[in-house]
């Protein structure tokens, strides 16, 4: 028997909310038929755009919320004035009280992270929770994190970024032991800062059961796709993440404006539009929204705030596949699993 999937939506979050989280939800289900919504916003603002969607209608409870987070809030204003009634944290709470598996938002992600650090609570091994993202990459696509939760780290922590993202991995590469790289300045062992340095040597000599570790990787590795997991503190993940975004739209400018500079090189587009259709299908962001929140006592997704319909369908998809592969149990069975690591 297949067991149904829960999502909680935050239905206000993003720079649009219910009009494209609704749709979003809706292509989402067309994917999964056997979904079932806890959506939770402005009853007045949510019903009359999910009434247009009969099927997501049926599929969907709509639970009212009289507060809605602002993109540009403070976390510690978000609390404040969120907690307990706004939508997201209402979205995080349904997925705390069992009501379903995860939670889908494109709100604000200080505060998101803020309120799911408040509302779930963090795993009792992991020190601080992380945001993962899936990275398009050439050989396929590969996971990088942290990409923004929290600045700097110990050896320690990112040992445990290492465990995390292979726990993920696992789940959406269906690999058994994925391989995983510390980001760092050199591929060298005597690069890099000491914490960098301090966690490859407790990942070598650890050897753990579930992942594989491959050693340092540099910038240009991500995209190259040399390891599944890439591991690196969120100031540098974070600005990682935004250069690779804002270098794909430049390659796209640079493109637009070399294909329409001559008359043959739009002939020369003409043949050649499959191939740029491909290319811009391969870059198109929409296609791997949606960060993990990794080491909370529940699952989180974060959407982009400027997200289409297609782009939340995409964290929606996310979201469905961490709760049917169950990606809570096998962080749990990574953690007890995995030795101590060697002291500093």
């Not at 939508?87 to 995860?102: C, I, K, N, T």
């Not at 980001?183 to 301090?198: M, P, Q, S």
């Not at 804002?246 to 191939?275: N, V």
């Amino acid at each position: 028997m297949t067991k149904t999937i829960r999502i909680s939506l935050d239905a206000m979050g993003g720079d649009h909310g219910p009009s494209v989280v609704v749709p979003g939800a809706a292509l989402a289900l067309e994917r999964h038929p056997g979904m079932r919504f806890v959506m939770h916003g402005d009853e007045a603002v949510v019903r009359p755009i999910l009434d247009a969607h009969p099927k997501l209608r049926e599929a969907t409870e709509l639970r009212h919320a009289a507060v809605s987070v602002k993109m540009d809030d403070k976390p510690s204003q978000a609390l404040r004035v969120g907690r307990y009634k706004s939508s997201m944290w209402l979205a995080l709470q349904a997925v705390r009280d069992g009501d379903a598996q995860v939670c889908v938002s494109a709100g604000n992600t200080g505060a998101l992270m803020a309120m799911s650090m408040f509302c779930l609570k963090t795993m009792p091994q992991v020190d601080r929770p992380a945001i993962a993202a899936i990275w398009p990459t050439t050989r396929g696509e590969s996971i990088v994190l942290d990409v923004g939760a929290s600045i700097g780290a110990d050896a320690s922590h990112y040992v445990n970024l290492a465990v995390l993202g292979a726990a993920m991995a696992r789940i959406v590469f269906d690999l058994d032991r994925p391989l995983v790289g510390l980001l760092n300045v050199g591929r060298e062992e005597i690069k890099g800062i000491e914490a960098v340095k301090e966690a490859s040597r407790m990942l070598r000599e650890a050897n753990f059961p579930h992942l594989t570790y491959h050693g340092f990787v540099e910038g240009d590795d991500i995209g190259k796709g040399t390891v599944d997991v890439v591991v690196t503190e969120g100031f540098t993940g974070n600005i990682a993440l935004k250069t690779a975004e804002g270098t794909a739209k430049q390659l796209g400018e640079y493109l637009r404006g070399a294909m329409s500079r001559t008359l043959m090189a739009k002939i020369g587009y003409l043949f050649a539009k499959s191939a740029f259709d491909a290319l811009r299908a391969k870059m198109d962001p929409s296609r791997a929204n949606g960060g993990v929140f990794l080491g909370l006592e529940g699952v989180v997704i974060k959407s982009h705030g400027g997200a289409d319909a297609k782009g939340v369908a995409s964290a929606i998809d996310i979201a469905y596949d961490m709760a049917h592969f169950d990606l809570m149990r096998t962080i749990r069975d990574m953690l007890e699993e995995s030795p101590a690591v060697p002291p500093a």
